[in-house]
């Protein structure tokens, strides 16, 4: 229930579904490892409702924002008292990457269904058959990373390939450069490439080294804008992504014209959250809950004219403006309390496994902040990830045979 309420994005199902699972699943004790991740979040809150007594403030809007903060507190508590409560300390994994396989085969089996109206172009491909489907970005990181997945030791071999396979080449039809990215800094930083020591050194500079060739590849890549196919789009898109998140250029807009504006639009975006907070000098807690931003123009965003924004695409944008400096502090501080725990010693056991989801959680969260609103989109499965990993950690070693591969968890 709670992984389909997640793919739905819909905030108000998921909020209402996590918080029924944890209300049935719950048990007096808490790890308080996972206890203090929540004090941090819930600081969050607090810091958002301060407004909650402004004559002038918007209800709707300030009940929405307290949805969107404490949605990823209920959903981690969720996934941390169903993993506590499996037998098989491996269940609440397996069945991630279960709901991934029928997600894939799903996605799949659409493109069969409609083969003749399926478009040439990357866009067109996306608005039909869907965007992005992060609980197939866990599955498959899943797959890569973690060896002692029950449905790895299955009976039935060529299924569980072919399910492999199609979750595969789903993910990859989703032309997503966030689903991508997470998997491939998720994997490197589960198997510690990505920790800062000599081994990680070396695979940062290899990865600096493959990023900048990238770079200046598609600087000189120069593909047809008429009809372009799927691999140019694909890639222009790429081509597009930071500027898009961090470059206005030279857009005018005061011009009714603006096409050029949707192409830097995150950015945009951003820089009027910045400037407001700053006309308004309320650096230090932004404008709490129930704030907006105003664009200063109308625009038709999901089927609406609107000219005032309660969400935006950048997550540290969004964050500055419902919580200022003091909420990217300590969102900063969530992601490297979960970083820190790369440099938990290793004993062998599933709590290793636990740790090195933490970590992975680390890149995940930092990918989708600066091109989504990070752990408060609806569709984020980082939360439930990292309920999941806190609750292996308190796994005892003699708890692993309950597995039946008490050493091969890596």
């Known amino acids: 229930m709670l992984i389909w309420s997640l793919q739905k994005a819909n905030i ?62 209920l959903v981690i508590l969720a996934g941390y008292f169903i993993a506590m409560r499996f037998h098989n300390k491996m269940s609440f994994l397996n069945i991630i990457v279960l709901m991934g396989f029928y997600f894939a085969l799903m996605h799949l089996l659409s493109f069969v269904w409609y083969f003749n109206i399926i478009p040439s172009h990357t866009s067109g491909i996306r608005n039909i058959f869907g965007r992005y489907n992060h609980v197939e970005t866990v599955a498959l990181l899943l797959i890569l990373c973690v060896k002692g997945l029950p449905v790895k030791r299955s009976r039935y071999k060529f299924f569980y390939q072919a399910f492999v396979a199609c979750l595969v080449l789903s993910v990859l039809l989703y032309f997503s450069r966030t689903m991508i990215m997470v998997i491939l800094l998720g994997s490197l930083a589960y198997f510690g ?115 005032h924004l309660s969400l935006t695409h950048n997550g540290f944008a969004y964050l500055y403006l419902k919580t200022g400096i003091l909420g990217l502090i300590i969102y900063v501080l969530v992601v490297l309390y979960l970083y820190s725990f790369s440099y938990s010693p290793r004993k062998g056991t599933i709590a290793d496994v636990g740790n090195k989801l933490l970590v992975a959680t680390t890149f995940y969260i930092l990918i989708t902040s600066f091109v989504v609103t990070g752990i408060f989109k609806p569709y984020d499965m980082a939360t439930l990830l990292i309920g999941g990993a806190f609750a292996l950690k308190q796994f005892k070693p003699s708890e692993d045979s309950d597995t039946g591969n008490q050493r091969d968890t890596q």
Do not use: M
């Open 193 to 307: 490439y990505l920790k800062l020591n000599r081994k990680g050194t070396i695979a940062l500079g290899i990865i600096g080294l493959l990023v900048g060739a990238f770079i200046l590849f598609l600087q000189a890549y120069q593909p047809s804008l008429e009809n372009p196919g799927v691999v140019d789009t694909f890639l222009l898109k790429i081509k597009n992504s930071v500027n898009e998140s961090f470059s206005l250029e030279n857009v005018d807009v005061n011009d009714l014209d603006r096409r050029k504006l949707w192409k830097h639009w995150r950015a945009y975006e951003a820089f009027k959250v910045y400037g407001e907070i700053d006309k308004e000098k309320q650096w230090l807690t932004g404008q709490g809950f129930g704030s907006t931003v105003d664009i200063g123009f109308e625009a038709r965003l999901d089927g609406e004219l609107t000219q």
């Open 12 to 73: 108000e199902l998921s909020f209402a579904v996590a918080a029924f699972v944890t209300l049935v699943s719950f048990r007096a004790k808490l790890s308080s490892q996972v206890l203090l991740l929540i004090i941090f979040l819930f600081f969050l809150v607090i810091i958002g409702c301060i407004t909650v007594f402004n004559p002038e403030n918007d209800y709707y809007f300030f009940f929405k924002d307290l949805i969107y903060f404490i949605r990823p507190i």
